[in-house]
């Protein structure tokens, strides 16, 4: 059995997908499980980080957990209480998902959200592998609103590249590091096969929707602005904002072949991603 966190997020929907093909018995936790009704024939439990013992009930049985722990400058016990959590509830494995730059000095407080996650899962006694992902391909279809209404889409990394991802590869990645004890004591850097900045990105998506897209540099006060007006605390804005000004420097400019490593392929392309997912960026047809 295979537990998996946040499973009806970005990453944990599709490992929970992969699994299934495979037909590998999984079960996934979420705080509502009515927003899991398209896992079909998959075991879904209610869990709460907040409540040890909905956690404690959910890893029960579990061999493996693939842990999406909470971002953010207040959340360091989180990630802690659930390797815990999960030693207790006799737990094998544990796959934490993590981020890119976590432990870079030059990314200030944000480069250390995940630290103490890692650090639990390393000093855990159990099997464990640390994903850290680059930019997800999935995080521009924040642009489909402005792209279906011809607006341009915003700026916020300059010329800053990155090694943009499938979230499909990092799931994948996951799955096999579920499965397997050959990535024990391993951490993998995840990233696409090319380097690419928020115009490359625009352009690519561009060309698979048959139309131009525009891009306008967003400046910082504005974005920081806009964040707090949307009930982000400070602490949280200026780690964000770290991080995009990380990437503007050059600092995310990192490819690795961690997941031709594991996979035994090369990871996809943007292109790929975009492809794959231009419905979402197309006008709604109007009801009639």
Do not use: C
């Not at 949307?230 to 400019?253: F, H, P």
């Not at 490593?261 to 047809?285: C, E, K, Q």
Request: aromatic share 4%.
């Amino acid at each position: 059995m295979i537990l998996i966190t946040g499973a009806t997020g970005t990453i944990g929907s599709e490992i929970v997908r992969q699994l299934a093909a495979r037909e590998v018995p999984v079960r996934a936790v979420t705080r509502d499980p009515a927003r899991a009704q398209a896992f079909e024939g998959i075991d879904v439990v209610r869990g709460d980080y907040g409540d040890a013992e909905s956690m404690t009930a959910a890893m029960t049985g579990a061999e493996a957990v693939f842990l999406v722990g909470v971002l953010g400058p207040d959340d360091a016990d989180t990630d802690r209480a659930l390797i815990a959590t999960a030693r207790a509830a006799g737990v094998r494995r544990i796959v934490k998902l993590s981020a890119i730059g976590t432990g870079e000095p030059d990314l200030g407080r944000v480069g250390t959200w995940h630290l103490p996650g890692e650090q639990a899962a390393r000093e855990s006694g159990l099997e464990w592998t640390v994903l850290r992902p680059s930019s997800f391909a999935s995080n521009t279809l924040s642009w489909a609103d402005p792209i279906r209404t011809g607006q341009p889409v915003p700026n916020l990394t300059g010329e800053g590249a990155q090694g943009v991802i499938d979230p499909r590869d990092v799931a994948a990645v996951a799955v096999e590091s579920l499965l397997s004890a050959a990535h024990t004591g391993r951490t993998y850097t995840l990233t696409g096969p090319e380097l690419l900045t928020t115009a490359d990105q625009a352009a690519t998506l561009a060309e698979a929707l048959g139309h131009p897209i525009e891009v306008a540099d967003i400046p910082e006060e504005l974005a920081r602005q806009h964040m707090l007006t949307a009930g982000m605390s400070a602490e949280y804005v200026d780690g964000a904002l770290a991080g995009q000004a990380y990437v503007r420097a050059g600092g995310n400019a990192v490819r690795t072949d961690d997941v031709r490593t594991v996979l035994g392929r090369p990871p996809h392309t943007y292109a790929d991603w975009a492809v794959d997912h231009a419905h979402a960026f197309r006008p709604v047809p109007a009801r009639s």
